[in-house]
């Protein structure tokens, strides 16, 4: 019967195509209504609804498959960037660390030094003292211990100023180090706002998803809602034809026995 319903009503039949392409099926309902006719209609009907049901299964597991996806790659992200950022904060304790053993390192040999320099000081007071005395007993000393002496003076300066620029080297490398620290802060804030917008982007995707879904929901029902509308009107229209039939059937039948009396009357 659907057979010669969609044979007789083109548009019922350019429906039916739709419905199929969109993976619409029809209500138990409508099936009921329609249950008479032969088995292969029956079957035909059955086929409809299952070929529909399998669309929309499919259709519902491409979704489920592109929610994991998402839920995985947000996992992933969110994944990478707690490792990144331990990872970083690792990093960050080393350097603080190290800076710290260096600072106090430093700290112990500008102690150390100035120390030295104390004492090199002290002991070129010393020496230029004792060169006075030299010079006022020139019979205890001779001008080689003296060119001694200034040698010994004039390395210790050299040393000194050696010294000296050991002290800045030692603060420049300071620095340095506390640059890249910085370097390494600001590169950690890029890295979170990074992570933060493809969250986002991540989030976008999937409200569309949904939006999707909803508007694959919405063109389900209203076709579905149509085809049952399709459908009553032709079982409709089939039963008024019947009526008619009925009516039209009854009147010869009752003309035919009024014309019976007459034939006798006549023979």
Request: charged letters at 45%; hydrophobic letters at 30%; one cysteine or more.
């Amino acid at each position: 019967m659907g057979n010669r319903l969609l044979r007789n009503n083109p548009r019922a039949k350019e429906r039916f195509e739709v419905d199929k392409q969109l993976g619409c099926f029809p209500r138990s309902g409508d099936r009921q209504r329609n249950s008479p006719g032969t088995s292969k209609e029956r079957d035909d009907g059955d086929f409809l609804k299952k070929t529909s049901r399998d669309v929309f299964e499919e259709k519902e597991r491409e979704l489920k498959e592109i929610r994991n996806y998402w839920q995985e790659e947000y996992k992933t992200k969110v994944s990478e960037v707690s490792i990144l950022e331990t990872a970083l904060k690792d990093a960050v304790e080393s350097r603080n660390i190290e800076v710290e053993e260096l600072r106090m390192s430093y700290e112990s040999t500008i102690r150390l030094q100035n120390s030295e320099i104390s004492e090199l000081r002290r002991t070129l007071d010393e020496l230029l003292g004792t060169k006075e005395e030299i010079l006022a007993s020139a019979e205890k000393s001779t001008e080689s211990k003296l060119r001694a002496k200034d040698a010994e003076v004039m390395r210790l300066r050299i040393w000194l100023e050696e010294a000296k620029k050991s002290n800045s080297q030692g603060r420049e490398v300071l620095s340095s180090y506390q640059k890249r620290l910085r370097d390494k802060e600001m590169e950690i804030e890029r890295l979170k706002l990074s992570n933060k917008e493809d969250v986002k982007a991540l989030e976008r995707e999937v409200e569309k998803l949904k939006a999707l879904l909803s508007e694959v929901i919405a063109e389900k029902d209203q076709d579905t809602e149509n085809t049952k509308l399709t459908l009553d009107s032709v079982v409709e229209e089939k039963e008024r034809q019947m009526a008619m039939l009925k009516e039209t059937s009854e009147n010869l039948l009752t003309m035919k026995e009024e014309e019976k009396p007459t034939k006798r009357e006549r023979s």
